[in-house]
């Protein structure tokens, strides 16, 4: 419990920290966030482009589609805004040798990883996946009782630690490579695949993104059992599975990498 | 306090041949060998000593300090500092030591450095009352004062060096490490920054691991060096002991009128030394002779040089302990 509270005054630190710094350099700021409405502009006009294009897709509606698509960017969103450290591990922290810092901090290493750093721009695949689902659920008919929102909600944290797991895993493939920002990025992609319904994939890549690198599973399948009503055992009870063994393997491999972590000269 | 025992650490290193062919070739055809980098060195350190570590460049100096500061896993042996074993207990054991690489910083680059010990002081859990206690300390020591407000990136280098050397001793650890702390900074910086270590030292019985190319450092602050190459641990002791065990080195100067002196001298063939034993240096009518004393006594080469030419000017004198690492450096493993 007191190790709880500790992390989490650490984590608010650290948060407090990446603001001020942010706020350091004003101009690269001020463009930053106008730069930042300019995209998702276009992104919104691109979506609304192609939406306007597909009047339904493999059985779903339309807004059941959208509702997909906008349910897989909160999750995308939110890993992206608070675990985007993950990448400089595999771009650069452990090649360059920075990864030693961390590990003269009393501090677990990955938690201050995860935490040392936050990306704003992430911001903009949340605020757009809420928008998408609030925009498309009232168009759908489904049984909205209190049970399906609350689960809506509780699937959230554990889908995002899909995102995080798989990052996980491929980040600590550099303490042995030196260098994986491409495997993470290959992984990574798979969760364009999340953004529409899996039915509409050929079964080899239906199988890969259910059971391998398990994209679908953070946005399909829980909108299976939201919009649907299907099989709440497995549509809730996977995401929440993966989340947990990929954070677990994601833990161990990360330690295990430490261990085979070799710095560089100085 | 420091027990390291037969530690080694072994690394694999990918062989490419040359250029983009040999790059290609490797990524579908790795070869890799075995690189000793580290070949079971044992030393101890006792509370309250300043240890100063040597070798060249490429010597294992770097990694026998992050294998010591839990960086590094070992690949055999053990170290055991303050009853610690620093890669199984890591957040347990780090909480006690502090460290510092020259070469990198552990400062936020684009904040003022204030922040910086306010995170640290929350990850090192220090209390607010020896926080303020410690950073007047600190401040005393190494001058925050003048530019604790300015952000990390418009530090000078030698600012840079003692905001890194606070951040370490934040904690008040008993294990201080100091990866080249001197590196690239002015003689007055390096004296501030020496005289800082030697009170840290001094006042909190601080243990003291410091790496360093210049000599001075080590004359100064460590009564004990150990010294390795090549991964092997060449010397232990003090730097008296080391002045007698490799020390014999003499240098005599010489002004003479003969132009050829050293064509005429011919020591080496004369006493029959070795290239090792025995050099000669002519710079207009300056002769500067390196020799052995060991090999050929002062006074028979004395006697001889002022037999031979007519000289005015002449001395002998013991070789600094500069003279007696470009030695041992440039010999390799003695």
Redesign the interface.
């Known amino acids: 419990m007191k190790n709880i509270k ?1 992390m989490l ?2 984590h608010r ?2 948060m407090a ?1 990446e603001f ?2 942010m706020m ?2 004003k101009g690269d700021f001020i463009v930053g966030i106008i730069g930042f409405f300019l995209v998702q502009l276009s992104n919104l006009m691109f979506l609304w482009i192609i939406f306007g294009q597909i009047p339904d897709l493999a059985g779903w509606s339309v807004n059941e589609v959208v509702f997909i698509y906008g349910m897989s960017l909160i999750p995308k969103g939110i890993d992206h805004f608070f675990f985007d450290n993950l990448w400089s591990v595999g771009y650069f922290i452990v090649r360059k ?2 990864f ?2 961390y ?6 290493t990955y938690f201050h990883v995860l935490v040392e750093k936050i990306q704003i721009d992430a911001l903009g695949e949340l605020i757009m996946g809420i928008a998408l689902v609030c925009v498309s659920a009232p168009g759908i008919r489904a049984d909205w009782d209190a049970f399906r929102v609350l689960a809506f909600i509780a699937v959230i944290p554990f889908v995002t630690l899909i995102f995080t797991g798989v990052k996980t895993i491929t980040a600590s493939v550099a303490f042995w490579a030196k260098r994986s920002g491409n495997v993470i990025y290959m992984f990574y992609m798979f969760s364009d695949f999340a953004k529409y319904p899996t039915t509409v994939y050929n079964r080899l890549v239906q199988n890969v993104i259910t059971y391998i690198i398990p994209f679908a599973l953070t946005s399909y399948f829980p909108a299976l059992f939201i919009l649907k009503g299907e099989n709440p055992l497995f549509n809730l009870g996977m995401p929440v599975l993966a989340s947990a063994v990929l954070m677990g393997a994601g833990i161990m491999v990360w330690h295990k990498g ?6 560089a ?2 | 306090m420091i027990t390291v025992d037969k530690l080694r650490k072994e ?1 694999k290193k990918t062989v490419k041949e040359p250029g983009l062919k040999g790059s290609v070739k490797s990524l579908f055809k790795p070869k890799s060998e075995k690189v000793v980098a580290v070949r079971d060195i044992s030393f101890s350190v006792e509370e309250g000593e300043i240890l100063g570590f040597i070798g060249p460049n ?1 010597a294992g100096k ?1 990694t026998v300090i ?1 294998m010591l ?5 070992p690949t055999a042996g053990s170290c055991t500092i303050n009853g610690k074993n620093p ?1 199984q207990n ?3 054991y ?2 006690e ?1 502090g ?1 510092v ?1 020259g ?2 910083t ?1 400062l ?1 680059w ?2 003022p450095l204030r ?1 910086t010990y ?2 640290l002081k ?4 220090v209390p607010e009352d020896s926080y303020n206690r410690r950073m007047a300390f600190l401040n005393e020591v190494l001058e925050l004062e003048e530019f604790i407000a300015s ?1 990390v990136r418009t530090l000078s280098l030698g600012q840079r060096m003692r905001a890194d050397i606070a951040a370490s001793l934040l904690h008040s650890p008993k294990v201080l490490f100091l ?2 702390p001197t590196i690239g900074l002015d003689v007055v910086v390096k004296d501030n920054i020496r005289k800082a270590i030697e009170y840290i030292n001094r006042h909190e019985k601080t243990t003291v691991i410091l790496t360093t190319h210049d000599l001075a450092d080590i004359e100064q602050l460590s009564k004990r060096i150990v010294m390795i190459d090549k991964g092997t641990k060449v010397f232990d002791g003090s730097i008296a002991g080391l002045k007698t065990q490799y020390g014999q080195i003499r240098e005599l100067t010489f002004e003479t009128g003969v132009a050829n002196a050293a064509a005429v001298l011919e020591y080496a063939k004369h006493f029959s030394l070795g290239e090792e034993d025995v050099s000669v240096e002519t710079e207009g009518n300056v002769v500067k002779v390196r020799f052995n004393s060991a090999a050929v006594p002062v006074s028979d080469i004395l006697s001889y040089t002022l037999n031979k030419v007519s000289v005015s000017d002449i001395s002998v004198k013991d070789a600094d302990i500069e003279e007696i690492i470009r030695r041992l450096y440039g010999q390799g493993a003695v």
């Open positions: 500790r005054r650490i630190i650290f920290q001020k710094r350091e350099y040798g920075d030693d810092k590990l003269t901090r009393p501090v677990n430490i261990r085979a972590y070799e710095s000269g100085s | 690394f490429g770097s992050k500061t839990g960086i590094l896993t890669t890591r957040q347990s780090v909480k030591i460290v690489f070469q990198r552990q936020w684009d904040l922040e306010g995170v929350e990850i090192y859990e952000p990866d080249e």
